[in-house]
T-cell receptor, first 116, second 113 residues
Framework: ETGVTQTPRHLVMGMTNKKSLKCEQH?????MYWYKQSAKKPLELMFV???????ENNSVPSRFSPECPNSSHLFLHLHTLQPEDSALYLC???????????????FGSGTRLTVV | GEDVEQSLFLSVREGDSSVINCTYT??????LYWYKQEPGAGLQLLTY?????DMKQDQRLTVLLNKKDKHLSLRIADTQTGDSAIYLCAEKGGSSNTGKLIFGQGTTLQVKP
């Protein structure tokens, strides 16, 4: 475990379902992120939360809805997804701004999502 | 806009050195990172370099930064089969106040016995 825990590890959902991805960190970080990793494409930043406030939303469709109830937890609520949304969804946390002892991100292991 | 590019694939023999290259476009990058991703796993931070450095060595890993050419490389000495993975380059833009990282596509390193 890296200190960032994502659940579930695998999820298969129909296009009409509603599900949520969960991310949890107890590293004392103050920023959390959702990334999407599709085959043969760079990691795509979806959302950034800093001090529990959403500070960036990279033109993500509204069928993805993030929630950050506190600095340790981040959710991604999913509804009416499309097959092209199938991907690995990675959560990360960091200390922002980075300093000599707080640099880079710590990633979770991801949720492998398949939309059928 | 910000962009990070890497070659997609590198194959080496066990015991050889591997050099993975990355180019980026944001001249105000402050930190540059190398991550390793093994199959079915998340990303593991390998090393990072601050933009005012041109080299950093950490055991078998050597990072070289050419800020003028916006070129970053990762050299793995004495490459082992356990080094087989995807290596992702990332940069944190100086213009960003959100801490976001921009990643390259990743280079798949294949180590042959």
């Amino acid at each position: 475990e890296t200190g960032v825990t994502q659940t579930p590890r695998h999820l298969v959902m129909g296009m009409t379902n509603k599900k949520s991805l969960k991310c949890e960190q107890h590293l004392g970080h103050n920023a959390m992120y959702w990334y999407k990793q599709s085959a043969k494409k760079p990691l795509e930043l979806m959302f950034v939360y800093s001090l529990e406030e959403r500070v960036e939303n990279n033109s993500v469709p509204s069928r993805f809805s993030p929630e950050c109830p506190n600095s340790s937890h981040l959710f991604l609520h999913l509804h009416t997804l499309q097959p092209e949304d199938s991907a690995l969804y990675l959560c990360a946390s960091s200390h922002h701004p980075p300093g000599p002892r707080n640099y880079g991100y710590t990633f979770g292991s991801g949720t492998r999502l398949t939309v059928v | 806009g910000e962009d990070v590019e890497q070659s997609l694939f590198l194959s080496v023999r066990e015991g050889d050195s591997s050099v993975i290259n990355c180019t980026y476009t944001d001249s105000s990058s402050t930190y540059l990172y190398w991550y390793k991703q093994e199959p079915g796993a998340g990303l593991q931070l390998l090393t990072y370099i601050f933009s005012n450095m041109d080299m950093k060595q950490d055991q078998r890993l050597t990072v070289l930064l050419n800020k003028k050419d916006k070129h970053l490389s990762l050299r793995i000495a004495d490459t082992q089969t356990g080094d087989s993975a995807i290596y992702l380059c990332a940069e944190k833009g100086g213009s960003s106040n959100t801490g976001k990282l921009i990643f390259g596509q990743g280079t798949t390193l294949q180590v042959k016995p």
